[in-house]
Nanobody, 115 residues
Framework: QAQLVESGGGLVQPGGSLRLSCATS????????MGWYRQAPGKERELVAT???????NYADPVKGRFTIFRDTAKNTAYLQMSSLKPEDTAVYYC?????????WGQGTQVTVSS
């Protein structure tokens, strides 16, 4: 059974930084893309950032210039470096892996930006 294990969430002040990690047991040779999505209370889940197996990245407009997604293929882990955090970034962040026609999700990690 495919596993995605997320870590790195927490409470941070506005303007601060956090790094999220997502380690997966899915073979890196079968992964098309990894990414991060988030869901704030009362809102739908939305894309944050993705990175393909070729290293092509895509970011949602609200996080461009502040968040960076990258992968360590040897560790089969994706990271989301978040800087200049804003209160509106508060949400549960979910890791996603795309393999063929299937999507796999992590359990989610809470990020709270508050003073």
């Amino acid at each position: 059974q495919a596993q995605l294990v997320e870590s790195g969430g927490g409470l941070v002040q506005p303007g601060g930084s956090l790094r999220l990690s997502c380690a997966t047991s899915i073979s890196r040779f079968s992964i098309y893309a990894m990414g991060w999505y988030r869901q704030a209370p009362g809102k739908e889940r939305e894309l944050v950032a993705t990175i393909t197996s070729a290293g092509i990245t895509n970011y949602a407009d609200p996080v461009k210039g502040r968040f960076t997604i990258f992968r360590d293929t040897a560790k089969n882990t994706a990271y989301l470096q978040m800087s200049s955090l804003k209160p509106e970034d508060t949400a549960v962040y979910y890791c996603n892996v795309k393999r063929g026609l299937f999507d796999y999700w992590g359990q989610g990690t809470q990020v709270t930006v508050s003073s």
